[in-house]
Structure formats: structure tokens, C-alpha cells
């Protein structure tokens, strides 16, 4: 196991062996939860940082943080570390995040129950949601209670969702969304796409 997540992070897919062997154990245990067995790359990393914006005010939320390899890039590209909320549901993963983000806001929990997870002084507060947990996997209505918790603290801000799918990763029509597709890079293993979704008007 740790041959394996050794030969992919000295194949520049983990940005050091630690987080790629942490991730590869976390996928071993729970395939479903993780989605990917390395982190995402530099590559899928920039184009995820592209589309964060955020107003004076306001704060990044960032869902399924795992090794905070985009964390990490939101902070080198200038988000000061006290505008980053990190959610992550593995406690381990968690736990990591605490030591590399010292100075961000990392919540362990499940972003289903964002409304009760991040305080509530921040709710409408939040210039990008980006969702790195693998809602493709999930069941329909499954997928609906993350939706449905972000429109909760982040009301008519839709999110962005990186993800290895050809075509929209969500079914974006039956949610109510409109689906755009803003980045796509080969340099990631998968090659990935950055989706957004907003609320059809
Ligand atoms: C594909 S990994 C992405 C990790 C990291 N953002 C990256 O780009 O390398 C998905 C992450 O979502 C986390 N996750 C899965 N379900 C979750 C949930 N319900 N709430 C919070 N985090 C979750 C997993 O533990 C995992 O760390």
C-alpha cells in the first residue's frame, strides 16, 4: 500500500508522500467517500483557485478538504487564512488539515449538516462554495441534501464542483440547475473538470 502511494506521488500526482499515502489509506478504507486516490494535482488546483471569488466580507467554503492540497492553493494565491472555512468528514483527514492550515477554520463533520456546522454570523457571507466530495457517486437524493445544505448557508450562490465525469457530473435539470462547465485540465490524474452550478431562474 505504501509502495503504491509512493510510486504515485514521485509521479508528481501527491504533492508529498505523507498526504498521498494518507489519501490512498482513506481510499482503501472508504472508495465511495473519497472518489480519487491522490489528491488533486497543481493543475486542477490553479483552475479551482480561478473561479473562487470572494467580496470584502465574505469567506471561501471548501467541502471534502481531504490533504488541503486546494486549501493550500487558495491561501498562496492570497485568501487570508481567516476567510477559509475547511469541512471534512474523516477525522485523520481532519486532523491534518489542522497542522498544514493553522490559521484556517477546519470543521470536522459532515457538510450535510452545513447549516449546523458553520456559524451562523457567516451564513449568506460566503463568496464560493467548492464542493471536492464525489457527489457523483451518490444517489439523486442524496446528492439533494448537499445541495440543498449549501443553499442553506450560501443562498443563491450555487458552487463549484471539480470532478473525472465527460458530462455534467450532477443531473443539473431535475435539481433545478443550470450547469457550466469552466475548466478542464489532462494534467490530473483523472483528467478533471470544473463545473458550476446556480439555481435556474
Ligand atoms: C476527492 S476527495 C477531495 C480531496 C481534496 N479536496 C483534493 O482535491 O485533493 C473527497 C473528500 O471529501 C470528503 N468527504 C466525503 N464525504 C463527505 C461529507 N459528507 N462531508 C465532508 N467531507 C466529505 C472525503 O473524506 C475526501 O477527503
Redesign the pocket.
Known amino acids: 500500500m505504501k509502495q503504491a502511494a509512493d510510486a504515485l506521488a514521485s509521479r508528481g500526482f501527491g504533492q508529498d508522500i505523507a498526504n498521498a499515502g494518507l489519501?490512498f489509506r482513506?481510499w482503501l478504507a472508504n472508495p465511495l467517500?473519497?472518489?480519487?486516490v491522490v489528491?488533486?494535482s497543481p493543475a486542477l488546483c490553479r483552475r479551482i483557485v480561478a473561479q473562487t471569488h470572494y467580496a470584502p466580507g465574505e469567506v471561501v467554503l471548501?467541502?471534502?478538504?481531504?490533504?488541503g492540497?486546494?486549501s493550500q492553493s487558495l491561501l498562496t494565491a492570497g485568501l487570508p487564512p481567516e476567510r477559509l472555512f475547511v469541512?471534512?468528514?474523516?477525522r485523520d483527514?481532519a486532523d491534518h488539515l489542522r497542522d498544514v492550515l493553522p490559521r484556517a477554520h477546519v470543521i470536522e463533520?459532515?457538510?450535510?449538516r452545513l447549516p449546523a456546522l458553520i456559524p451562523t454570523e457567516f451564513h449568506g457571507r460566503i463568496g464560493t462554495v467548492i464542493v471536492?466530495?464525489?457527489l457523483v457517486l451518490l444517489p439523486f437524493g442524496e446528492q439533494r441534501r448537499f445541495i440543498d445544505a449549501i443553499e442553506a448557508v450560501a443562498p443563491s450562490r450555487g458552487f463549484i464542483l471539480y470532478s473525472y465525469w465527460i458530462t455534467s457530473p450532477l443531473p443539473y435539470e431535475r435539481h433545478g440547475l443550470v450547469a457550466t462547465r469552466e475548466a478542464w485540465t489532462p494534467l490530473n490524474f483523472p483528467p478533471a473538470s470544473v463545473w458550476r452550478y446556480t439555481r435556474r431562474t
Do not use: H, K, N, Y
Open positions: 489519501f482513506r467517500q473519497m472518489g480519487s489528491p488533486s471548501e467541502l471534502g478538504a481531504g490533504t492540497v486546494v469541512v471534512e468528514i474523516v483527514m463533520g459532515d457538510a450535510r471536492g466530495i464525489p
